[in-house]
């Protein structure tokens, strides 16, 4: 057993032994009597009319118990909502189910409930559609020329926002003779999250109650709930989600889904449990993609390596319609875009395009992996163009440690930070200087190792509510029971990141209590009264802030109370070994004990109420700004262009560690997302609007021998922006390796003089360049 | 059709439709709810259970086709430990080294690590990630399921 104080401890978790025995309850695990079963017929058109949806067959097919078209919902479900708000924003109407047209592929036209699963599906593919085939917009560039096919003709054209970001003297930078000035187009392939787990939804609508109980895979119970009540005219005090076991999100789940709110409509109507399990196909095709930019960058530099100044013109894919949060995403982008750089001048445009495809949304780092991607290439550019060490020209770019806090020339205020500092750590560990060493011998011998740099900061603990759509805060509490258990309940909602394990540190440290006594609860809506929800890497850093300072609250109550009985000040009394006692152990009494006082309430101190319950709601005055240093060595395949992960390290620098277990977990996850990004991972449409990465036969998502062994370390340089000091892991691996693998990768092949090359780095594409350079040569 | 056959130790006799999925008779007909599904096309993993001893992806696999066979399931591999027994050693090696974050692949992953051990006792890292390369985890990067296995093995075959 593991002794106090817990916190900084490798913990094990409280969540495991449910998990590793197979006996957690996902939504699929969750049976209730009656339930019946739903699935959707689906568009397999990009973009087409509807002429006719014919359910008649669907509903004769045995075993069927309702179909529902978009005609049937009209007027009365609402539409998938979004959240986002920016200037000049246009929203297209979302129905749940395609009433019109379809705009993607995968797109619901109809739902089929019946008594099983199996009988569903096939009925399904009984709903004959009349399709009337309309030009597809595929590419988002092609979508923005005079004449393009527009999706959504109320809307005028295919442009959904144009976001501009100036501050920069342009004037004095052109006229700059001395100045280089380094183009480049980047692109930022659009991915599929993921999760192991697919979406999926049981409502369950009670007509004698009246009260609608949703049990969904989801990040934000309570947004949702707020959604769903909105959408389906349930009183959203009658209205409960529950955030079960959920196996993954990534952001995906951070989204209210159409199918979400067709699963309340079936079951209002029908006074039954009704379910939504997604396939795998429909949720490469229908749950939320990420990235899919086009940047043109722009780095104006000084012949010594100090960057200037850097424009950005960013085309985002949006995609047909937008969900909760599709248009903000791009926008952290242009937020992130100076990286770890103080450089005075930046102009970022972006602008935001439909095009016939699934919508891009929040994909683990959302915005910010496609900033530091930008700048990350962009410092190499530099180094390149310079003939200078890469490590040197980021060096030569940090704000110093004491420079902090520091606003930027993008108006973002960094927090706390020592970027030269991880950098040398990481750089110490890879052996840097002999490494370049090797890939001089090396290269001489034709073989072709890359060392790839990447120093990131990442913009979470989400957030101000000033700066958030719809609230930063989250929500805590602290209750204990006579028995002297503890009960947590967070507004956020953990689906794999461990926090009943960190928030019961919190306050077991707090207590002085043992981790066994303290329980922690999230999830659902009627247990925990308000939420947030866990993205953004903000459950520790806001939501452990909250239950620490519910955990405050309560123990200045409880030291009153022990106060009043030993006859000494409040203040002199500290909890530690289940006791509250004075500095120096002569008074004491046990904790169990002023538990009994509290709630049983027989001499309490005046103006003190029985029980001890307490919340928070945390408001953080800012965002947290991690930061880190990785290096990844590859080596390429001259015959075949395939890229072998020969080492990575990193040194990833979140603040406060509460559980550094924890804290590898997050960063190696996170590692091999964006790994799979540089190397691996496309999501493909066709020019027709077709996915042609449809399964996970198709789609590669990497697999355990695929990578090499990650070492990690850590910085620890606190935020003040909460007590804890803790900033925040959950997206910084993703954040930081995508660049440093593709940086890798063309720094092996500089012998073939190359300056770029889009992601992923296949070995088809690889090849051809050495190929062509062999043939040629 | 009826088939019958053993799940965790456990005779069952169902009557069941002959295109009835494994996993769906494990989940919906059994109750066994621990074997997940991730894919519907055997690339996941998810779904891996042992029949006669051999892991296989029960997504691709008919109930009818298991008739007669032995089968187990992640519910089955430390039966007693939800009433003061012991763990498995792969799931206390999972336990240890946090070799899961959502836990929807675990029970497959763990089951694959089974056969795996079976078959080579004190695997190296590289030989586990081959091992384990017909199971996805989009959580841990893997690192930590290899040392959750590496944990497993030293104490099921500490002389291997």
């Known amino acids: 057993m593991a002794t106090a104080p817990l916190l900084g401890q490798r913990i094990k978790r409280k969540e495991d032994p449910r998990l590793i025995q197979g006996r957690a309850h996902y939504v699929d695990d969750i049976k209730l009597d009656g339930t019946l079963h739903m699935t959707f017929a689906r568009s397999v058109y990009a973009h087409a009319r509807l002429k006719s949806v014919d359910i008649s067959a669907a509903q004769a097919a045995p075993g069927v118990v309702a179909v529902y078209t978009g005609q049937d919902i009209k007027g009365q479900l609402g539409f998938v909502p979004c959240a986002a708000g920016i200037e000049g924003l246009k929203v297209p109407d979302h129905p749940c189910l395609a009433t019109e047209k379809v705009c993607y592929v995968g797109e619901p036209v109809a739902a089929v409930v019946a008594r099983d699963r199996y009988v569903a599906r096939d009925a399904a593919d009984l709903v004959e559609v009349d399709y009337e085939p309309l030009p597809a917009v595929v590419d988002p560039e092609k979508a923005l020329a005079p004449g393009a096919t527009v999706i959504h003709p109320k809307l005028g054209n295919n442009m959904a926002f144009v976001a501009t970001l100036d501050h920069g003297d342009w004037k004095a930078l052109d006229a700059d003779k001395s100045l280089k000035v380094i183009k480049q187009r980047l692109i930022n392939q659009r991915l599929a999250p993921i999760s192991m787990e697919t979406r999926g939804a049981i409502a369950s609508y009670s007509p004698g109650e009246d009260t609608l109980t949703v049990w969904s895979s989801t990040q934000i119970p309570h947004i949702l709930k707020t959604q769903l009540a909105i959408m389906s005219g349930v009183d959203e005090a009658r209205c409960r989600v529950i955030a079960p076991e959920v196996g993954g999100g990534f952001g995906s789940k951070l989204n209210v889904y159409g199918e979400e709110g067709v699963a309340c409509f079936a079951s209002k109507k029908l006074g039954k449990p009704v379910k939504w399990i997604e396939g795998r196909r429909e949720n490469i095709l229908g749950t939320i993609h990420g990235r899919d930019q086009i940047n043109d960058v722009e780095v104006y530099v000084q012949p010594d390596g100090k960057v200037v100044g850097l424009k950005c013109r960013t085309i985002a894919d949006l995609g047909a319609y937008h969900q909760l949060l599709t248009p903000a995403i791009p926008t952290f982008t242009a937020l992130m875009i100076l990286g770890c750089y103080n450089i005075p001048n930046v102009f970022v445009e972006t602008t935001g395009v439909f095009t016939n495809k699934m919508a891009t949304d929040a994909y683990r780092g959302a915005g910010r992996p496609e900033a530091t991607y930008i700048i990350e290439r962009a410092m190499d550019l530099v180094a390149q163009e310079l003939n200078m060490d890469p490590a040197d020209v980021r060096m030569k770019n940090y704000p110093a440690p004491k420079d902090f806090p520091l606003t930027l020339a993008t108006g973002v205020t960094y927090d706390t930070a020592n970027y030269p500092k991880t950098l040398k750590k990481v750089l110490k560990a890879a052996g840097y200087a002999k490494l370049r060493k090797e890939q001089e011998r090396l290269r001489k011998k034709g073989k072709y190792l890359g060392i790839g740099l990447s120093t990131y900061v990442e913009i979470c603990a989400m957030g101000p509510s000033s700066r958030m759509p719809a609230g930063g805060w989250e929500y805590g509490s602290v209750r204990i029971d006579p028995t002297g258990k503890v009960t947590v309940l967070s507004g956020t909602s953990p689906h794999g990141q461990g926090e009943e394990t960190s928030f019961a540190q919190i306050v077991a440290d707090g207590f002085g209590i043992p981790f066994d006594d303290v329980t922690v609860f999230h999830g659902d809506t009627f247990q925990v009264p308000m939420g947030i929800g866990t993205f953004g890497s903000r459950t520790t850093a806001v939501g452990g802030t909250a239950i620490y300072q519910a955990v405050e609250k309560l123990k200045k109550k409880m030291a009153r109370i022990a106060a009043h009985k030993l006859g000494v000040k409040p203040s002199e009394l500290r909890f530690s070994d289940s006791k509250i006692q004075t500095a120096d152990a002569a008074n004491s009494v046990s904790f169990g004990e002023i538990v009994g006082e509290a709630i049983f309430a027989k001499q309490l101190p005046p103006g003190i109420e029985p029980g001890l319950t307490e919340q928070c709601v945390f408001e953080p005055a800012n965002f947290t700004f991690p930061f880190g240093a990785h290096v990844c060595v590859t080596e390429i395949d001259g015959d075949t262009g395939e890229v072998h992960l020969r080492n990575y390290f990193a040194v990833d620098d979140c603040g406060r560690i509460l559980n550094p277990m924890l804290v590898d977990g997050q960063v190696h996850g996170g590692l091999a997302q964006g790994i799979g990004q540089a190397l691996w991972e496309e999501l493909v449409y066709d020019e027709t609007g077709q996915v042609t990465t449809g399964t996970l036969m198709d789609y590669a998502i990497p697999r355990a021998h695929q990578f090499c062994w990650f070492d990690n370390e850590a910085t620890e340089t606190r935020t003040p922006v909460n007590p804890l000091g803790a900033k925040g892991i959950g997206e910084a691996g993703t954040i930081g390796s995508t660049p440093a693998v593709v940086n890798s990768v063309i720094d092996a092949l500089q012998p073939f003089g190359v300056r770029h090359i889009d992601m992923p780095l296949k070995p088809e594409k690889i090849w051809r360049i050495i190929h062509a350079q062999r043939a040629g040569g | ?160």
């Open chain 2, 1 to 160: 059709m009826k088939i019958r056959l053993k799940v965790n130790g456990a005779l069952r006799e169902d009557e069941v439709e002959p295109r009835l999925l494994l996993v769906h008779y494990l989940r919906d007909v059994a109750g066994l709810t621990g074997t997940h599904i991730g894919c519907e096309t055997s690339i996941c993993g998810a779904c891996t259970v042992l029949v006669n001893g051999e892991a296989v992806k029960s997504c691709t696999l008919f109930a009818v086709q298991a008739d007669g066979a032995d089968i187990k399931t992640i519910e089955g591999l430390a039966p007693d430990a939800t009433t003061g027994g012991q763990l498995h050693p792969l799931q206390q090696g999972f336990w240890e080294e946090h070799g899961l974050q959502c836990g929807f692949c675990t029970p497959g992953m763990i089951i694959a690590a089974q056969q795996l051990l079976s078959r080579n006792p004190r695997p190296t890292r590289e030989e586990i990630r081959k091992g384990l390369e017909g199971n996805l985890c989009r959580c841990t990067g893997y690192q930590h399921i290899v040392k959750a296995v590496e944990h497993a093995a030293a104490r099921m075959n500490p002389q291997a």
